[in-house]
């Protein structure tokens, strides 16, 4: 069967021969090619270079088309910061820098690299007319928090009006994006909302489930499937993300796969996860990677279930693991094999922090995916930065990404469990949630006054 009834399938609940795969290929693609992040995403001939190559590499049912949580946010006037080896970051936010809601405009499909992407989709589809494409677009809540920054936390409970009126807004903007993606050929359209792990499921309920309920419809109504993508620990959230009415959504490793798996069948939706971006798929081996699909393949099953790494794969992720995954899933006796052989555990070697800590400073440290990447993690190391300044050399913050292998092993030195978190001299005290700077700063005032 081909990739995109495969899906087709897969997403209407019906049992599937095989289990479909889709790797998020983003920038990665442009490693593939060998350049850096900010080329590959500056060129529409360049993403379908990419692209063909890793469906060369890794003879996927699925693929997106761009992985840029930017565009939009770039169109509508954020500043950008362009890096070789990560996709672009926000660096600034209009709505605190004195435009208004009524100053933005809903971006055409020809403006900024908006006609980029559009144009490589239309090449892509001529090309794959079997294959099924994925169209990722910018949240409402993530594109939200890239037009005002943090401050939406606070406007929530001070001043909800504003705030569904900036919903309205980057609603409409999902949608014209989603009707560009539709037309040049995109048989899926993926809301990428991540900042939505960082709210409870009754600010979710207000603030967010009319908004993704309503460009789900309109996604429907064109004749596409949706995708309601999150990263993050945002278990809390899977049963209300079930009733905004997408076909399908999708997961990382920070929430349990099979939870999602009996949430998602129960409200009738499909799902998709959680090949572990890092440990695994960036730093471990072919026999990992395998591994880890197959765990994977073994609890999603062969109803509703897409086997996919659990967000944009990191740039410098060795080929040879994704091309091991590809051939794992086509290969069932590979699979029965990998079942009956004894599996090798990954070690992590503990950090010694005796000489990390101070008895005079607030020791800030900071586990993330990587905040250049990932729009939590650099709010949350946002928030941070500007609580610490208020005391100046009394506090010392350091971000660990686990993109590293320094990053992993401080991760599971402080028991950290879930991404982005932030632990204070040792104490983890904010899991997966942005805190008001308020909070942090009321945490250090605690932690220097018991120095004192």
């Known amino acids: ?46 993403l379908v270079k990419g692209v063909n190559k890793a469906i060369e590499l890794y003879n996927p049912d699925g693929i997106p088309v761009a992985f840029d949580l930017q565009i939009e946010a770039e169109a509508l006037g954020c500043k950008l910061a362009w890096a070789d080896d990560n996709p672009p970051a926000v660096v600034s936010h209009p709505l605190k820098e004195g435009k208004t809601i009524e100053d933005l405009k809903v971006p055409c499909s020809c403006q900024g690299r908006i006609s980029m992407v559009m144009e490589a ?46 919903m309205r807004f980057c609603t409409d903007v999902a949608k014209k994006m989603a009707g560009s993606y539709i037309e040049s ?51 809390q959230n899977i049963e209300v993300m079930c009733k905004t009415k997408p076909n399908n959504i999708s997961i990382d490793e920070n929430i349990p796969l099979d939870y999602v798996r009996d949430v998602a069948l129960a409200n009738n939706v499909s799902f998709g996860g959680n090949i572990k971006l890092t440990v695994v798929l960036l730093m471990g081996d072919e026999e990992a990677s395998r591994r880890d699909a197959l765990e994977c393949m073994d609890i ?25 995954v590809a051939e794992l899933v086509y290969d069932e006796n590979l699979q029965g094999e990998l079942r009956a052989s004894e599996a090798k555990g990954m070690e992590v070697e503990k950090l010694d922090l005796t000489n990390h800590w101070s008895n005079e400073k607030v020791i800030i440290d900071v586990i993330t995916l990587d905040s250049s990447s990932c729009a939590p993690c650099q709010y949350m190391m946002d928030a941070v930065a500007r609580a610490a300044a208020k005391f100046g050399d009394k506090v010392v913050y350091k971000e660990h990404r686990i993109k590293e292998a320094e990053g992993v092993q401080m991760m599971v030195s402080l028991g950290v469990q879930n991404l982005p978190t932030i632990v204070m001299d040792g104490n983890v005290d904010f899991i997966s949630q942005i805190p008001p700077v308020s909070e942090i700063e009321k945490k250090i005032e605690g932690y220097l006054a018991s120095k004192n």
């Open 300 to 324: 999603g099953g062969k109803k509703g279930f897409i086997l996919a790494p659990g967000c944009d794969l990191a740039m410098d992720t060795p080929k040879e693991n994704l091309v091991a």
């Open 1 to 46: 069967m081909k990739g995109l009834e495969l899906i087709k399938k897969a997403m209407r609940l019906e049992e599937v021969e095989r289990i479909p795969w889709v790797p998020f290929v983003g920038a990665h693609a442009g490693a593939l090619l060998g350049q850096t992040a900010t080329a590959y995403l500056s060129s529409a001939d360049n």
């Open 185 to 235: 050929g995109a048989d899926i359209v993926a809301l990428v909302d991540p900042m939505t792990s960082q709210i409870d499921p009754m600010s979710f309920e207000t603030f967010v489930t009319p908004y993704i309920t309503e460009i789900n419809e309109f996604i429907a109504e064109a004749g596409a499937l949706s995708s309601l993508f999150v990263c993050g620990n945002a278990k």
């Open 121 to 166: 989709t239309q090449k892509l589809r001529e090309q794959h007319p079997d294959l099924a494409l994925y169209g990722l677009i910018t949240g409402p809540f993530t594109l939200a928090l890239h037009l005002l920054g943090t401050d939406i936390f606070m406007n929530m409970m001070m001043d909800p009006d504003g705030t569904h009126k900036l």
